[in-house]
């Protein structure tokens, strides 16, 4: 045989034996399914089901909500309202939680030991030293309390830092040193819990509808200072101490007829909530786990919500991700019943810098990175709520405006006695309106599959989405995050296969540097999400 028909023959054979091969490969091999071109919308695999997107008023809407009418009236709107402009453009961010706070009394004392400038931070009580109530206090708190249900929110939250000052062990509302755990004798225990209960009823009989009071927040931290050195109020608890006091709870709650849940723990940082080995961490298996001595989870008036703050937790993208998943796996792994809020989060901290120079950053990219760790614990952390802290707050220093506020406010004076004042609307305000004014409360998260950003830390740090359905109205909603320097265009999988839009569209709100919430609409195979933006997208399905 020559050499032309040996070449000849094997490439023949080369040939029947990859086609032979082909004909007996299995019909299920991966390499058969068809690529992913965009953006997969996996409707039917769902996860939590949201409760609510909130802000606390912290201890700075008792002093705004005395202000005149005009000066406060448009800070609940900006807060509060659900309605649109003339262009459809939101006019708030439509809040559907409102937090506020029980207050201690500090404000009542003559001499409170808080430092001059920390005035703002001290809160009056509705209880006095004489077992009196006046539920004229908290004049402030109480009409962002009313604006709030004006606008239509439907569910409150009240939490408190200490007992009031003529409870605590040392006569004030912080921690000094020969005081050790909980700032409250053994024998005020029932008191404070009557107190709580007392002021839970009494905005209950006015209507409001509180899911829960926290008796005990942050109570990891020490809140300890010498006296006229205190800067904000605050006690350490052991859990032993927390778990004496929610049985008293329970049973006065039970007796006065409260239908708000007391809500343990409110943990400081959200790895205090599923590891250590100290007396105040660990405190799913602290209160939740039937061998626990500190077990409360079988009573009647305990919430199901454990709460944490996302403070301290985003050192980096991996440790975001990593206590988020963590915290989901902990809290699955009791058994079901239990779900996650996160009560608290601002700027904190010096992480969200990303290793640039502060002073290089615009007000956008504040934004996105609440927008980031919104993201993270919905996503990761399976959150069925989300809170900002605080709604109000002060500039003093640095690049303070946009960290701790989705309302900057300046009073007229620097302190108490000011009469009135202005303020801002931070753009951090309008990234979590980006969430709160469309995902509802029932919505359902479900999977949205990216595949240019399939590994989660590059997706957080890039570009990430989150999806949200209403069975019942058939909406659907979007909420991405671009934190690339380009825009992106968009494609979606199997539209008209998988899902459909009626008109084939979508309303587009965007919030970047140029833009709040601005709306526009697009049709599904043209929408494109500009750099360094934050953008929700909404439609109804067919």
Wanted: net charge negative; proline share 4%; with cysteine.
């Amino acid at each position: 045989m020559n050499s032309n028909k040996t070449v000849f023959t094997l490439l023949l054979i080369a040939i029947l034996w990859g086609c032979e091969k082909d004909n007996f490969t299995d019909p299920n091999d991966p390499k058969f399914e068809p690529e992913i071109q965009g953006i997969a919308l996996n409707l039917q695999n769902t996860f939590q089901t949201m409760d609510h997107f909130g802000a606390s008023g912290g201890f700075q809407d008792q002093w705004v909500g005395k202000w005149p009418n005009s000066s406060k009236e448009p800070i609940a709107k900006l807060l509060f309202s659900s309605e649109t402009d003339g262009e459809g453009n939101p006019e708030g961010i439509g809040l559907s939680l409102w937090r506020t706070i029980i207050g201690d009394g500090a404000a009542d004392q003559v001499e409170s030991g808080f430092t001059p400038n920390s005035w703002f931070r001290e809160t009056e009580c509705f209880l006095d030293e004489e077992g009196v109530y006046d539920y004229t206090k908290q004049e402030g708190e109480q009409w962002f309390l009313s604006k709030a249900r004006e606008y239509g929110v439907t569910k409150f939250s009240a939490w408190a830092t200490t007992p009031p000052y003529f409870m605590t062990e040392n006569g004030y509302t912080f921690r000094t040193d020969e005081v050790n755990g909980f700032n409250c004798p053994e024998e005020n225990y029932e008191a404070y819990a009557t107190f709580l209960a007392d002021v839970l009823k009494n905005y209950e009989d006015q209507g409001y509808n509180f899911e829960t009071v926290c008796a005990f927040n942050e109570t990891q931290y020490e809140w300890s200072f010498a006296i006229g050195e205190a800067s904000q109020s605050g006690t350490q608890a052991f859990n032993s101490e927390v778990a004496t006091v929610t049985r008293i709870m329970d049973g006065i709650f039970t007796e006065k007829g409260v239908n708000a849940k007391i809500m343990i723990p409110e943990a400081a940082q959200l790895t205090y909530l599923y590891e250590g080995n100290q007396n105040t961490t660990n405190q799913i298996d602290a209160f939740f786990n039937p061998s626990s001595e500190h077990y409360v989870g079988d009573l009647d008036n305990l919430s199901s919500h454990v709460a944490g703050h996302s403070y301290f937790s985003n050192s980096t993208t991996n440790q975001s991700l990593t206590q988020r998943k963590s915290l989901r796996s902990k809290i699955e792994g009791t058994g079901g019943g239990l779900d996650y809020w996160q009560t608290e989060y601002s700027l904190l901290g010096a992480a969200y810098q990303q290793g640039q120079d502060p002073s290089t950053l615009e007000e956008i990219d504040y934004a996105l990175w609440l927008s980031r760790i919104i993201h993270t614990d919905l996503v990761h952390g399976n959150a069925t709520g989300w809170s900002f802290w605080t709604a109000l707050n002060q500039s003093t220093f640095g690049d303070h405006p946009f960290r701790f506020n989705l309302i900057l406010y300046e009073p007229n004076s620097d302190g108490p006695s000011h009469t009135d004042g202005t303020f801002y609307d931070v753009k951090n305000l309008w990234a979590l309106g980006n969430f709160s004014r469309f995902v509802r409360p029932g919505m359902v998260r479900f999977e949205v599959v990216d595949p240019d950003f399939t590994d989660d830390n590059e997706a957080a740090e890039n570009f990430m989405i989150s999806g949200y359905t209403d069975a019942t109205s058939k909406e659907i909603v979007l909420v991405l995050i671009n934190n690339l320097e380009e825009s992106r265009k968009l494609n979606f999988e199997g539209y008209a296969e998988l899902f459909e839009l009626e008109n084939d569209s979508f309303d587009v709100y965007t919030t970047s540097m140029s833009s709040n919430l601005k709306k526009s609409t697009v049709n599904y195979d043209n929408v494109n999400i500009p750099p360094k933006s934050i953008v929700t997208l909404t439609g109804k399905l067919e």
